[in-house]
Nanobody, 121 residues
């Protein structure tokens, strides 16, 4: 199973961005998909996670209200929409796959390569 994240780029503060994570292989072994981010010099931070089979989504407190995670079960793809981007949202965003909808990145077994998001003022 592989995860391929894309959609990052440079955007001005206040703008929006949609990140994509495409899963290939036997993704059914991983019922949960999540997004994390890591800013320069900071620890990895949980953003949001979703379970494939049911409409259950867990959002981070810091980003709730500005992000939406969507899934396409047919394409085995999840999306992260971020609105009202702030300079402090600048980070590498990673998608991950796991078994439980949790905030702890250590519980996710599979990781994509990350996509850079840069927000300028």
């Amino acid at each position: 199973v592989q995860l391929q994240a894309s959609g990052g780029g440079s955007v001005q503060a206040g703008g929006s961005l949609r990140l994509t994570c495409a899963a290939s292989g036997r993704i059914g072994s991983y019922p949960v998909m999540g997004w994390f981010r890591q800013a320069p010099g900071k620890e990895r931070e949980f953003v949001v996670a979703i379970r494939w089979s049911r409409s259950y989504t867990l959002y981070s407190d810091s980003m709730k209200g500005r992000v939406t995670m969507l899934r396409d079960d047919v394409k085995n793809t999840v999306y992260l929409e971020i609105r009202d981007l702030k300079v402090e949202d600048t980070a590498v965003y990673y998608c991950a796959a796991g078994s439980n909808v949790v905030r702890d990145g250590a519980k996710y077994a599979l990781w994509g390569q990350g996509t850079q998001v840069t927000v300028s003022s």
